[in-house]
């Protein structure tokens, strides 16, 4: 269940009426009407709409229970707001999808998040939004589920097309104000009342800057209140910043200035820095980096700047910034830093982050066991520190770290294509190609597009995959790199398979081994004959099959690679059928599966299980058969494998279908075809289709039998393939 509000805020004061009218929002909605589902909370910069909507989303909490997802827009940030598409991913994320299973394009996460929140009570918080597109394909569909929006735009085609109900929030009273500060100054207020209205007049009422004066006046004991308004009062004649038309915006920005003019010199030097961090929230070691001292200095200039409300505390000790003293900052930063020390800071932060994701990726990913550190804790600083990652490896590309940039996402890939959110990978992956392509560095570039062909074919993007690998093996074929362009013809040949374009496929096939074999890498060798004998299978010449399995498993035996010796034996059962071949691939398999369990490869454990579960069909053992499925299911839904997941699924229909439980055997057919309608493998989707018609006509619909049963025999004639024989899982080894 989502939990996303931010803490609730301390000292709220007054907005009793504002309070008031969302609590309306929840009434039911009268005679036939839709129930609300959309509301606007508006008003001006620092008039305090985001601790508004989070005081009363925290009030209400329990009228949601199945959760409440929350997100920062940043819409009046220059250059970094939240693109739609981000926060469609997050939320589809924190709703329980997987990754490889978020839509590419907006208006279809819109719609799986539509789907997702159906039936659910959920409040969504769309905080500084700035504008109708920004959060239009964020609503909810659902009458049970409440959109809050806070904007400093009346947004109103929020209410004129979607029929929201707007709130705006204007200054606070003038009680209410002397209210805010008596609460965070004390008794001083009411000895001095009517200066403490002159101070609250002179912050425009407006919660913010209220805020920042009261604790500079709370830290300032022997300073009358009197003498404190006067000094703001000629602080503000100094700056010229209040126009003709009393813009309460500039009167925030004089009291920021105030403010700012009283820190100590390296807590202003900290401010200023912080303006240029591209993230939302910042770890105190990142604010050490960025400032050049320790984490206890920084922690120090923290404290001074927390003290005086120009940064806030969030979850996990990290810290924000108000997104107009996130705009000031920067400012002061441009006025008063020369441009090489601002390019040092960034530099030393990106720097923090590239060493902190090295030291992580090592953890978590050892190499020949020279790992150090705590793989739970490198885990859970990648997690914490995922949104900066991301954000510096965008500004970089954009701003010119560009080696940052491209060395942040390579590092960052492994763990992003294994788990992260997919639509977060492509962000940062693209950005590492936008980068190389900068530097002309053609070997960069060349990497991160094979990187970015990997995530387009998990997330079933079969035709930008291809297009993606072309480009990364035009670059490698120019820059003579065969090995890796061997490579990249194996993983185009293996998209070319997905399409069903089997000859294509074989070409690329045949084009990786003549790399390997000028190499003299025999295991590239093994590698291409055994894709090449499942093209050969899969077309019904399974002699030639045959053939170059024995080849490869020659080569494999010879090289003591005694996982893929398993594989290629498994693969070989299956062709002839014969008992003996498939116990002694059984055999071979369990050894395998004992080894990868315990090095923890969860990918690979998923495919031994899919051929355990091969050799346990053709044996007759079909409860055996369907567990191993089951769990192979489990990981590679985990893993994000959507190919390997269709084809377990037929897989486990057909072996449910013959261990005589047709029903959920139908249920299988049907999750396979849905997935491979939206991957486009049209053989999957063949299988599911025959398997479909085999269920109907078990079920006594014949009518319905046919229907599939002409659909799949369509589709094995387009692709001129036989058709899939029964058990049949050869299928599963160009996705690997």
């Not at 392509?437 to 291809?466: C, M, N, P, T, Y």
Request: with cysteine; proline share 4%; glycine share 8%.
């Amino acid at each position: 269940m989502p939990a996303h509000l931010p803490a609730d805020v301390r000292a709220f004061t007054g907005r009793t009426a504002e309070l008031a009218a969302l609590d309306r929002l929840l009434a039911p909605a009268e005679g036939d009407e839709p129930p609300l589902t959309v509301a606007v909370l508006s008003g001006t910069a620092g008039v305090g709409k985001s601790a508004l909507a989070v005081r009363w989303a925290h009030r209400v909490r329990e009228a949601f229970p199945d959760g409440q997802l929350y997100v920062n827009l940043r819409g009046y940030d220059a250059e970094q707001p939240v693109a739609v598409a981000d926060a469609l991913a997050g939320f589809l994320t924190a709703l329980g999808v997987r990754g490889p299973e978020i839509p590419v394009g907006i208006d279809e996460r819109a719609a799986r998040y539509r789907s997702e929140l159906t039936g659910r009570r959920i409040l969504v918080l769309l905080d500084n939004a700035s504008s109708v597109e920004q959060v239009r394909p964020l609503l909810p569909g659902t009458g049970s589920c409440l959109a809050l929006i806070t904007s400093r735009d009346s947004l109103p085609g929020m209410v004129a097309v979607h029929g929201a109900e707007r709130v705006t929030l204007d200054l606070l009273p003038e009680a209410d104000a002397v209210g805010l500060l008596r609460r965070l100054i004390g008794a001083r207020v009411d000895r001095e009342p009517s200066v403490a209205a002159e101070l609250a007049a002179a912050c425009a009422r407006l919660p913010l800057a209220l805020r920042i004066a009261a604790e500079l006046a709370a830290a300032r004991t022997d300073v009358s209140l009197a003498e404190l308004v006067a000094e703001l009062g000629d602080h503000q004649l100094r700056l010229d910043l209040l126009d003709a038309g009393g813009d309460p915006r500039a009167e925030v920005r004089a009291v920021f200035s105030w403010s700012y003019q009283h820190l100590p010199a390296d807590a202003a030097r900290a401010f200023r820095l912080l303006g240029l961090h591209p993230g939302d929230s910042v770890h105190v070691t990142a604010v050490a980096a960025l400032t050049g001292t320790d984490v206890g200095e920084a922690r120090r200039r923290l404290a001074v700047l927390v003290r005086a409300s120009l940064v806030h505390v969030g979850r996990g000790g990290r810290y924000g910034m108000h997104d107009l003293l996130r705009a000031y900052a920067a400012e002061l930063a441009t006025a008063h830093d020369p441009a090489p020390a601002r390019t040092a800071a960034l530099t030393r932060l990106f720097d923090h982050y590239l060493a902190g994701s090295v030291a992580a990726m090592t953890s978590l990913y050892p190499e020949a066991g020279a790992g150090t550190g705590d793989p739970e804790a490198a885990r859970a600083w990648i997690e914490a520190e995922r949104p900066n990652l991301a954000a510096a490896c965008t500004y970089g590309a954009a701003h010119g770290w560009h080696r940052h940039a491209i060395d942040l996402a390579g590092t960052l890939f492994r763990y992003l294509d294994a788990g992260g959110p997919v639509a977060e990978a492509v962000t940062v992956t693209a950005s590492a190609v936008s980068a190389a392509r900068a530097v002309g560095d053609r070997e960069a570039q060349a990497r991160a597009l094979s990187d970015l062909g990997r995530l387009h074919r998990r997330q079933g993007r079969l035709g930008d995959a291809a297009e993606t690998y072309r480009r990364a093996l035009i670059l490698y074929a120019d820059l003579g790199e065969r090995a890796a362009e061997a490579v990249a013809l194996r993983n185009l040949g293996s998209v070319h398979w997905r399409l069903g374009d089997y000859r294509l496929a074989a070409e690329h096939y045949r084009r990786a081994w003549t790399h390997y074999r000028q190499l003299g890498d025999e295991a590239g060798q093994a590698d291409a004959s055994v894709r090449l004998g499942l093209v050969d299978a899969r077309l019904g010449d399974e002699a030639q099959a045959a053939q170059r399995l024995r080849a490869a498993l020659e080569l494999f035996t010879r090289l003591g690679d005694r996982f893929s010796e398993a594989y290629v034996l498994s693969l070989l059962a299956r062709l002839s059928r014969r008992p003996d071949h498939l116990d002694r691939a059984a055999v071979h398999l369990e050894q395998s599966l004992a080894v990868v369990r315990q090095a923890g490869d969860r990918t690979a454990e998923a495919y031994v299980l899919t051929d355990l579960a091969a050799m346990d069909a053709g044996g007759g053992r079909l409860t055996e058969a369907a567990a191993h499925l089951r769990d192979a299911l489990v990981l590679h839904r985990r893993i994000g494998d959507r190919a390997s997941e269709a084809e377990a699924l037929n897989d486990l229909g057909q072996v449910l279908r013959a261990a005589g439980d047709a029903a959920e055997a139908r249920a299988q057919h049907d999750q396979a075809l849905a997935l491979a309608r939206e991957i486009d493998d049209r053989y999957e989707q063949a299988r599911a289709h025959d398997g479909i018609a085999a269920t109907c006509g078990v079920a006594g619909d014949l009518d319905r039998a046919r229907r599939h049963r002409d659909l799949a025999r369509r589709i094995f004639a387009e692709l001129a393939v036989p058709a899939a024989p029964s058990l049949d899982v050869v299928t599963a080894a160009p996705g690997r």
